[in-house]
Every structure is written in C-alpha cells, then in structure tokens.
C-alpha cells in the first residue's frame, strides 16, 4: 500500500509518520470487468484511484442513453463529483471497463488527512485546478470543434484506450453516433 501511495504523492515530501496517516485513509478493491463502483442515487462518498485498469463515468438520460462523462485509467481519479463535494446522491454512474484495482479514499477520511498533512489539502487542490481546466477544455471543445477533432484530442489524451472500450462508450463520450465514428476512423 505504501508504494501505491508514494505513487500518488511523489511530488510531495512525506515523513514516514505522514505516510503512515496518508496510507491508513486508502482502501484498496478489486473489480471484475462490468463491475459497478457507484451508482445512479447512490450516496456519494469515494473518490477512487485507479492502479490498474480502465473505468468510465456516464450519465443515463430521460431516454435512457448513455452519455460517457470520462474514462479513468492508470494514476487517475474518478467520482461523481457533482454528489461528492455537494454531498447529494450520484448522477453518475462509474462502471469498469476492464478488470481494476483502485484505492478507494472518503470524503470524511480526506478532511481529516487535510489537517493532520497539509500537504496533502495542497496536492488535492491543484489536481482539482488541473481537472476544472481539463474539463472546461472538454465542454469548449464539444460546443467549438468537429467531431474529428474531438476524436483526435482523444487519442492525445487516452492513448492506447481505444482497444480496451468499446466503440459506443467512445461515441458517447465524444457525442456522436457509432457510424459517425466508423466515418471519422476511415478519414483519418
């Protein structure tokens, strides 16, 4: 455990005790591919780090639909965010695509780490900065580019994925339907 949290934090300087109290707030699962990690109307109280493996966040309309959200693979985080930090039930849904092994952090458990090692409040802000950044990327680039270009920043940003999910997981994700992502694939 240790190492997978030397991992996440390597560019923070912990003492021993501090990585001792960092470690002992992490939780790590095993999931089988299709494995549900947080449902629709679940309460919300994880964030997960992947260690290994792919998950995906979607959203399910009024129709049914599925709508990808984001795709989590190796050192990345995944949650429903809306539900975590406003504390109300999931909108979103975390699925894995392939068989995973995340550490699994509460919301409850980070508050406390955050006082004990500030540090840590520090990394944890700066990785939301960055994830703000990239998600306002993502809803401008949606409204702004074509579709072939939206498929080309994916690829920039989730090499080597696209063997490992499937074709409609990738359309919804980038808001298309799977024939317009036989199209764009054969142009390119």
């Known amino acids: 455990m240790k190492t997978f949290i030397k991992n996440i934090f390597f560019d ?7 990585l001792k109290e960092v470690a002992a707030i992490f939780h790590e699962t095993k999931h089988k591919k299709g494995d549900v990690l947080l449902d629709i109307e679940d309460n919300v109280r994880y964030q997960f780090y992947v260690v290994e493996g792919c998950l995906r966040t979607f959203f ?3 129709k049914c639909k599925e709508h990808t ?3 989590a693979v190796k ?3 995944i949650s ?13 849904t975390i699925e894995c695509i392939t068989d995973s ?6 919301k409850r458990n980070l508050e406390d780490i955050y006082k004990k090692v500030p540090k840590i409040e520090c990394f944890y802000r700066k990785k939301l900065e960055k ?25 920039k940003t989730y090499p080597n994925i696209e063997q490992i999910i499937k074709n409609y997981h990738l359309a919804s994700y980038l ?5 317009s992502l036989s199209r764009i694939r054969k142009e390119i």
């Open 12 to 18: 923070i300087d912990l003492s021993v005790n501090e």
């Open 60 to 62: 399910l309309d009024e």
């Open 69 to 71: 959200v984001q795709f």
């Open 75 to 77: 050192d990345w985080w």
């Open 80 to 92: 429903d965010y809306i539900g975590y930090f406003s504390e109300s039930k999931s909108v979103l």
């Open 101 to 106: 092994i995340v550490l699994k952090v509460s």
């Open 131 to 155: 994830a703000t950044v990239r998600f306002q990327k993502r809803i401008l680039n949606n409204l702004a580019l074509s579709a072939k270009e939206r498929y080309e920043i994916f690829l």
């Open 175 to 179: 808001g298309i339907t799977t024939e």
